[in-house]
């Protein structure tokens, strides 16, 4: 919509200051020069006071026009504008009257001109363009009885208007309908770019066209007068700034009478004429969100020739994602690769990267969205990518398991040094890949760092930082301090609780305290609130426990108690394992062997099979020497 009338009004607004002269040889009394000495004073609290009180006298014998005018001008000089405009609207009355029959039409209209910019500037619109009317419409008369505003005194004579007037009129009148278009008051807006229109000249056509447009329009997208205008106003004036937003409008009203094609082609002409418009990046911002499917082909050749040449200034996040997903769908490799760099480095919340990811995956393209991971989880200077950015893409590939992306990436970085890209969670992610992949000493660094270096509070991080360190340390007092650390951060958390009680019990075989290993591990077992899979892993550990002490026939005793409690199988078969090992110790080969084909029949899918495999054929070839894992037994979690 037209906005540029208040820079061109400022010259009105101080032709408005300067249009009331004083008057050479003015009689020094009577009511209009006592008003014109308290005007002249400033004293406007008497001047207001003596103005009313002379205007609603019955009889009259002096014009006042101008004093009252003067009396408005000085008003507003002082930031009264409300008053301002009561007494500019009771001089156009009175320049209407018999009594300023003296008054010259230039005087009139001056007058006119000059309290329609004030009641303009106080957004008393509906007045002003009831005093601009009568002098822009020459055969009209001068009053309209049926407005208020208006003078109830009329007469035929038409007003004469120079250029200049004219001019200055129809900029009022232009910004009487910006204002009625931002007000909402669409009928006032109409009547304003009207009248303005049919004056208007050269340079002040164009805002009216596109003013009268607007208002036709904003009271009727369905409008077929509104399509006719606004496009009329596109040919007329292509290189207008306003033109791209005025073919978006025709598009809209378009649409709104069904008329799709008509819209859709000139929402093409609009991205193909004026492609570095705002209009234009509105129009491909509305897409976002959508299937590809349902995207214009016009939109994504815009979106593919603007990310070829890299002239992605006006693309957000959410137009970044969207050419991302269509350049993956179309192979454009030079526009995915420079729209992944800036979706890296604008993306500042990470929520669109973990769209896009989730929107290529979905699309059943995973190799781009690992790329893409890639791309962004490996930062370097050469290329930047901001923390939320990287953090989304790290997370993306820790939820769907790829472990190995994401150990690859934390091989590569220096521990000891500090990147302000590498978050906690990222840093986070890349202990727990490490871990994942097998990797236990860099994975046994990287937990250290968070909970000594990041000075981390969050449970997970310190329950796995208290877990290396039983597993891989070389301090079982720096264990314990550990895992002391993670029981405190479990607060009142039954889970968590249980979880440390385990890493309790683990760092007490480290110790060969077998004894108070299994007192705490039955801790686990016998609270109702631990996890079924959880008690499943106490009662085997305890199971290990007698194993270690070569005391087989309790360790089969508590192995066997597993089943009850595992609903998942998981500890079940390694229990069906480690009882087979404990037969085979006790030289009872017959239930050995059923220990191993109940995992063969029951677990066929598991790692524990191919050990169970390899046993029974052992035995089957009365391979009578001790198992290599029964002289030094591991605890298998």
Known sequence: MPTRTNRILSAVAIFALLLIPAREGRSAEGDAAKLDQLTSQKNWEASVKLARSITNEPAQNEDLTFALARLARGLQNAGKVQEST??????VNASETPLASGLSDSDKVLVRLAASEVMVQNQNIPQAIATLKPIMS????????????????????????TEQHKKIAVWVLLRA??????????????TAYSIALSHSDQKQRPLALLGDAWATAVQNERSSDAVRKLANFVDQYPDHKDA????????????QLGRDTDSTAMLSDLLNRWPDSEAAIAVVRTNCGLSPALIPSSVKHWIIAKASANDLASFDAS??????????ETSELTAWSNLSEHLAVTDTTGQKTS?????LQTAKRESDAEQLAVKLISSTSARPVTPAAREAACRWAGRTSRWSMLAIAAESEELSTADPTRTLAIERLFAEALTQTGQTQQAYAWWVHLADVRSAEDFRILIRCAETETAFGNDPDKAEERIESARKAAGDNVASIALTKMLESELAIRRSNFDKARSILEQVVRSAETAAELRARAQWLIGETWYMQRRHKDAIEAYRKVEAMDTTGIWVAASYLQAGKSFEQMGRVKEATLCYGAILSRFADTSYASSASTRI??????????PTSSSQPTIRR
């Open 86 to 91: 009561e007494f500019y609207q009771l001089a």
């Open 138 to 161: 020459p055969d009209s008369a001068s009053s309209d009885s049926s407005n208020p505003s208006e003078s109830t005194t009329s007469t035929s004579t038409a007003f004469k208007l």
């Open 177 to 190: 309908g910006s204002a009625s278009l931002s007000r909402g008051s669409y009928l006032d807006a109409s």
């Open 244 to 255: 791209p937003n005025a073919a978006r409008g025709c598009a809209q009203c378009l649409k």
């Open 319 to 328: 137009t970044t994602m969207l050419g991302l997903v269509i350049a993956s």
């Open 355 to 359: 769209e896009t990811l989730r929107q």
């Open 617 to 626: 054929a052992a035995l089957a070839s009365n391979n009578n020497s001790s």
